[in-house]
């Protein structure tokens, strides 16, 4: 339980909704560990996220009491009046006029940095910065070690859940007439997520052309979206009402789920494609296999991330040529100088999709070892109480 009675959340909103669900997510999961404590996120721009906040706002079981604001609700900034705890998510820029109070009157500020897998992290957090005026400041960074962070475990998952193979297709079946008006009566279809950012799936179809089983694919986010569009003239898919086809390949577009449904059902898929931060670390947390998107950055800065990555989930594989060809897929699929669906991927997908369910044992071993090692509330919420103790 944290011992500081007002958190403020700080998030620079810059091109898209990932920053803005971590922090949601976090301020949900924080103000359920700490319910008696007052929670507020202040995002540099509301309308830019307001199709999230709505989303998870309308979903009952992800309603939760906190507050959330935009830096142009404070009007008069010199009369802003500051949490005890500060939290600047990602590095991000707090205008000038909130710092002022902030080291006037918050006690300790916390920057919580990106989810990383590169061990140089864990020499850098919790460790404290250079500050100004009356707060202390932390690094405090989420990772996939028990010296990192950890990642935001979700209070409305059941973590002990491991789904039998016809439990998991029945509660698939229900999900997908529930959310998407949609029927797959064949237990041999192999139904996928995809939210990517612009990439060319020529080879995935392709593959999946190969397996010769039917596949439907669950296509959210525009710039995945954008990528199909391409494929579908490329592949001269045909339309029916609102699927695109492709000889054994359906693709349905799909509206954002909120969180809740999300995450749900990242564990009811045969597999799933994630990008990013956020997206990434629920795909970690379910039990299903998965490909994930590393954001481009330059000089294929993203391949450093993908390998530190693997070199960490290595030990949870017992077969070493399944982890070889599941190491080399994902190095493939992310080996890019930028994000564009016209750059050709030479992905090689058979080999992942022919084990999904060797992977998936794997991956559940993965799941038990963050879930039981890896909790960022409960590790925050202890290092908020060390850092409490000190500063009484």
């Known amino acids: 339980m944290s011992h500081f009675d007002s958190i403020d959340i700080f998030c620079e909103i810059i091109d898209n909704f990932g920053d803005a669900g971590v922090v949601y997510r976090f301020a949900r999961e924080y103000k359920i560990s700490n319910p008696h404590v007052n929670v507020r996120v202040i995002f540099s721009s509301i309308e830019s996220v307001s199709p999230l906040i709505t989303l998870n706002n309308s979903s009952s079981d992800s309603a939760v009491n906190f507050e959330i604001n935009e830096y142009s609700d404070f009007t008069n900034k010199s009369h802003y009046l500051p949490a005890e705890l500060i939290i600047e998510a ?10 002022l109070e902030i080291r006037k009157n918050s006690k300790l500020i916390i920057n919580l940095e990106y989810l990383s897998a590169e061990n140089w992290i864990e020499g850098y957090h919790q460790i404290q910065s250079l500050s100004e005026g009356k707060a ?3 690094f405090f960074y989420p990772g996939f070690t ?27 079946q229900k999900f997908l007439i529930k959310n998407f008006w949609l029927s797959e009566n064949n237990d041999e279809t192999i139904v996928v997520s995809i939210f990517s950012y612009e990439h060319d799936f020529t080879g995935l179809v392709k593959t999946f052309e190969i397996i010769d089983k039917p596949f439907y694919l669950l296509v959210f986010g525009e710039r995945s979206q954008n990528s199909f569009r391409h494929l579908f003239q490329k592949l001269s898919f045909k339309r029916t009402t609102d699927v695109w086809i492709f000889k054994k390949v359906s693709v349905r577009f799909c509206q954002f789920l909120p969180q809740t449904e999300y995450d749900y059902f990242l564990n009811l898929t045969d597999f799933n494609i994630v990008r990013g931060e956020d997206s990434w670390a629920r795909a970690c947390l379910s039990t299903r296999p998965y490909i994930w998107h590393a954001y481009c950055q330059n000089e294929k ?9 693997l070199k960490l989930i290595k030990v949870f594989y017992d077969d070493v040529d399944i982890f070889e060809t599941y190491s080399e897929m994902l190095l493939q699929f992310n080996n890019r100088e930028n994000n564009s669906y016209l750059a050709e991927s030479e992905t090689d997908y058979a080999g992942f999709i022919t084990n999904l369910n060797t992977i998936s044992k794997y991956q559940l071993q993965f799941r038990r070892y963050l879930v039981n090692n890896c909790n960022l509330i409960a590790n925050l919420n202890n290092f908020l109480h060390e850092c409490k103790n000190k500063l009484n």
């Open 90 to 99: 990602f590095g991000c820029h707090i205008p000038e006029e909130f710092l």
């Open 136 to 138: 202390i400041r932390y």
């Open 146 to 172: 028990p010296k990192s962070g950890g990642l935001i475990l979700d209070s409305h998952i059941s973590y002990s859940d491991e789904f039998p193979q016809h439990i998991r297709k029945k509660r698939l």
């Open 301 to 309: 800065y993203q391949l450093t991330k993908v390998e530190a990555f």
